[in-house]
């Protein structure tokens, strides 16, 4: 029998018996990693040929900028570092917005490129560093001296400061054999732990002791941190409600959880919510989105924010309180320092249907109506019958777009990592197909469900391909009005001519089918059946549901934008 190490000594001894600089880069990633996600070319083609002739893991994009975000989404979908590989200048420039993305968003990946020849640059090569620098991005550079070595400095960097990582191999040494000699690196410093004083804690503990209307917002780092255990325990104690942010969702396991904060808050928890009198948020950004652009807490209340990152770095207008310390630790000592109160006497006494069942229905009772102003679908109404209609063990990956108001109120997820959303950070458009892909490969197990818009699902049209081929079982789901919806609402609504805003009428059901999907055409909630009956099915594969909606229904997180006068 041939094992993968075999077939790794028998795909080295093809190209040479001694170890390459891109053979050894491949073998760290056969150690570090469980899938490459690439498109090959002239700088990258012996690390991938050492990496599938042997058996491992990769899926194929169909545009560089798919290798990314699929790494990038395996991330969220799994919580280990992704990698993707692209060759030099323009595979590397076809890159960058993914790459944007995955930094500002926070993302562990490390992205293994080709580069000009350490003898010079080329006609078409680029400053290829000073490029991920732009974007606040790390460049390491292989060598035949150090190959091995600095591949796991680009995992161990890319874990410690949670960013993505860039690895340049130059094209004259990619082939090159490996020095007798090879080169050490000095360990990277410890991340420093951040402990709460305990007069800190102490003074935040009778904070929260004498809030009468208390509420806890998770974000991220609760996730990252695995601090749910403790967070929750400090909110039962205190008889709070829970908010998280769209990146934590479902994080706490709690009737009381009132969903996600911000935008994407369902008026009717967004109602209790204004009501809150003390707020702790745990490791979220209270980013614009977030916040509901200022008006997601009342004016008055006390917002108490611990993180581990510094104050500036975090300064916001309604934070009247902020403690410096890494998350389960400080939120264990808050929760030891607060004994429980008297049921009877909490907010979640004087609030009891925040826990009902209907009070957590995807009842769309902000606007039940099936039609728009224009005839055209819902998308609300639409989104809330999916809730029913799709398999309850999914994850649900979102493009960018006005479209994604809607999912995140109404679709529920089995845990954080199963609700994606690959391009809000960047505010871009066109990386749904690829992000996709990229859960499909790192969850076979749940159905992967892509809602897009058809102008993010026409950029990224060409990684249609590689979702059909990733996915073992999907739904597409294409909330398609036909126009480029945000700047409709935003510009259209003052005045600006709409022309460049609209979008002929495209069917992505037949364009599905055309690659080997089934899929449908749906005008009214009726259509929705034929999903449902494929699902009933039990088949492999993917069904794409292009869903006519209307030009005429704003967002919530959209029509709140315009309220503050902001710009997205």
Not at 66 to 94: E, I, K, L, P
Not at 110 to 131: E, K, N
Not at 256 to 264: M, T
Not at 348 to 375: I, K, L, N, T
């Amino acid at each position: 029998m041939t094992t993968a190490t075999d077939s790794q000594q028998t795909a080295s001894a093809g190209a040479g018996s001694a170890p390459t600089v891109s053979t050894a880069v491949a073998d760290v990633i056969a150690e570090r990693a469980q899938h490459l996600f690439g498109l090959m070319g002239n700088g990258n083609a012996h690390l991938i040929s050492h990496l599938t002739y042997a058996g491992f893991p990769f899926t194929s994009a169909r545009h560089e900028a798919a290798t990314v975000t699929m790494a990038d989404a395996w991330h969220r979908a799994t919580g280990t570092v992704g990698v993707a590989t692209t060759t030099y200048g323009a595979g590397f420039t076809n890159t960058y917005t993914a790459l944007a993305e995955a930094r500002l968003a926070r993302i562990p990946l490390v992205l293994v490129v080709g580069d000009a020849p350490t003898t010079g640059p080329r006609p078409f090569d680029i400053d290829q560093t000073m490029a991920a620098a732009a974007v606040g991005v790390t460049t390491l550079v292989a060598t035949p001296q150090n190959a091995a070595a600095v591949a796991h400095r680009a995992f161990d960097l890319a874990l410690q400061t949670v960013q993505p990582v860039v690895l340049a191999i130059p094209y004259d040494v990619g082939t090159a054999p490996l020095a007798a000699e090879q080169s050490g690196l000095e360990p990277l410093p410890a991340k420093p732990a951040w402990h709460a004083d305990p007069a800190d804690l102490d003074r935040i503990a009778d904070l929260l002791r004498a809030a009468e209307r208390p509420l806890v917002l998770a974000g991220r780092g609760v996730v990252l941190a695995d601090a749910a255990a403790p967070l929750r325990e400090l909110g039962d104690r205190l008889g709070a409600l829970f908010m998280t942010s769209v990146m934590a969702v479902g994080v706490v396991d709690s009737p009381w959880d009132l969903g996600v904060a911000g935008g994407f808050t369902r008026a009717h928890r967004l109602e209790l919510a204004r009501q809150a009198d003390v707020v702790l948020v745990a490791g979220a950004s209270l980013n614009a989105f977030q916040s509901r652009y200022g008006t997601l807490f009342p004016e008055g209340a006390r917002v108490i924010r611990i993180d581990n990152e510094p104050a500036e770095d975090l300064a916001h207008p309604q934070v009247t309180d902020y403690l410096r310390a890494d998350l389960a630790p400080a939120l264990a000592g808050l929760a030891e320092r607060i004994p429980a109160a008297d049921a009877a006497r909490t907010w979640r006494a004087r609030v009891p249907e925040a826990a009902d069942a209907a009070f957590h229905s995807a009842e769309p009772v902000e606007d039940p109506a099936e039609f728009g102003p224009d005839g055209r679908l819902n998308p609300r109404a639409v989104v809330a019958a999916l809730e029913e209609i799709l398999p309850t063990e999914r994850s649900v990956v979102m493009d960018g777009g006005h479209f994604i108001g809607w999912a995140p109120m109404y679709l529920s997820v089995p845990d954080p990592r199963a609700m994606v959303l690959v391009g809000t950070a960047f505010q871009s458009i066109g990386l749904g197909f690829g992000s996709a892909a990229g859960v499909s490969a790192a969850r076979p197990d749940r159905t992967t469900v892509l809602v897009t818009g058809d102008g993010g699902g026409l950029m990224g049209l060409a990684d249609l391909e590689t979702f059909l081929r990733a996915t073992r079982r999907g739904v597409v789901v294409v909330l398609n009005d036909s126009a480029y919806g945000a700047e409709l609402h935003q510009y259209a609504s003052k005045g600006l001519d709409p022309t460049a805003m609209l979008i002929d009428e495209v069917d992505f059901a037949a364009l599905g089918r055309a690659l080997g999907a089934r899929g449908a055409k749906a005008h009214t909630l009726a259509d929705l059946e034929s999903l449902r009956e494929w699902l009933a099915t039990g088949e492999d594969g993917v069904f794409v549901l292009d869903v006519a909606i209307s030009q005429k229904v704003i967002a919530e997180f959209m029509a709140a934008s315009l309220d503050a006068g902001k710009r997205l």
